[in-house]
């Protein structure tokens, strides 16, 4: 029903578009490819956990096609494809291969947006400073040491703590948002997802209420303090009618500083689906959907000047019923060697810990990742 949802959208707006003449349109695109090799250094006791080193790589390719009728008036169809090799978190929707498809239209009254993108919350969102090809929000260091608390692969999707402090439970799930024209630098935005099931969010397939809807609201402004320059989001989730989130962060910029907060809160209220501590299915783990009560936060201070860029970050996420919980603390640097080339080096020490203290629910150590992109 999703990719027939997003389908749809997309084509009657691209049916819409083909009105237009071909020379005031323009054809846009660009790519990626990010290559990351990881050293690692485990705790002893976890020697087995992980790969000594490993290497992944991430691809994307953004298609877009784009009509501006006027200055306030603009249509846009886009195709953002997506892939990634050798990693153990997988963040594809709709198969191996990932696509988002979806349109863009801006007009005197707002934004509006159709198909598979993240939700206006998500979009708003501001925290502590991503710097390079990682950060310490969903995290690109699990495929180096692995995290037992955020398991997403081919046969398992399985979150015992909330991996961001982003409202990433939809993922890119096909959905309508509507996004306020910009008033004293302030922005309201709302979203809503027919299912909030999706492979780059939270929620397992086989969990009863996958096909549940969702309703996302956030607020985003920026303000000149004088002193600096403040970036501030609130975000409000509904999800499966009983599951609440809310999230908020706070972002200071001055001179190339960044200083910058963020959290989240999730819980359930009511008792419909209550969260499956044992469970008897082999699609659903215990615990498979521990992260819809529990807390996380981030907090990070970055620089840039010139073409180098770096991020000190530590992100903590906790459940509240379990002894779950996870401790990344990342320092993140980039150089821009060229418009083409970008050179990473980033250093990590993670601290993961499961309901238990069995091995395989555990996990600690240190990582030490370089890496290339490339992009165009």
């Known amino acids: 029903m999703k990719f027939k949802f997003s389908i749809f959208c997309f084509a009657m707006l691209a049916l819409n578009a083909t009105q237009a003449k071909a020379e005031e349109s323009q054809f846009i695109y660009e790519g990626r490819i990010d290559a990351l090799y990881g050293y690692n250094m ?27 009728f006027n200055d306030v008036r603009k249509l846009g169809l886009y195709a953002d494809l997506n892939a990634g090799i050798n990693r153990d978190m997988y963040n594809y929707n709709n198969g191996n291969w990932g696509q988002e498809l979806y349109a863009i239209y801006d007009d005197v009254f707002g934004r509006i947006m159709l198909g598979e993108t993240y939700n206006a919350a998500y979009q708003f969102q501001v925290g502590a400073p991503r710097v390079g090809a990682m950060g310490v929000n969903d ?171 770096v991020a000190l970050s530590y992100l903590h996420s906790e459940a509240e019923n379990t002894y779950n919980q996870d401790d990344i603390f990342m320092l993140s640097q980039q150089y821009q060697f060229n418009k083409y080339v970008d050179l990473y080096l980033i250093g990590a020490q993670v601290n993961f810990r499961g309901a238990n203290k069995d091995i395989e629910n555990n996990n600690k150590g240190y990582s030490v990742v370089a890496g290339v992109g490339l992009h165009f």
Request: net charge negative.
């Open 139 to 309: 995290s690109d260091i699990v495929n180096f040491m692995t995290n037992p608390n955020w398991i997403r692969d081919k046969h398992t999707t399985s979150f015992q703590t909330l991996n961001s402090t982003s409202i990433n439970t939809d993922g890119v799930a096909p959905k309508i948002t509507y996004i306020t024209p910009e008033i004293y630098n302030t922005m309201f935005g709302f979203s809503y997802a027919p299912d909030s099931y999706d492979r780059r969010g939270l929620v397992n397939k086989f969990a009863r209420y996958e096909d549940d809807s969702a309703y996302v609201f956030s607020l985003y402004t920026e303000q000149d303090l004088g002193f600096a320059d403040m970036s501030a989001a609130l975000g409000y989730g509904i999800f499966h009618q009983d599951d609440k989130e809310f999230s908020a962060g706070l972002s200071f910029y001055k001179g190339g500083w960044t200083l910058g907060t963020s959290y989240r809160k999730s819980y359930v209220d009511g008792g419909d689906f209550p969260i499956t501590e044992v469970s008897n299915n082999p699609r659903l783990p215990d615990l498979f959907d521990n992260y819809r009560e529990g807390q996380a936060w981030d907090v990070g201070i970055g620089y840039e000047i010139g073409p180098y860029s």
């Open 42 to 68: 485990p705790s002893n006791r976890y020697k087995h956990n992980s790969p000594r080193d490993k290497t992944i790589y991430n691809l994307s390719l953004n298609l877009g096609w784009e009509k501006e």
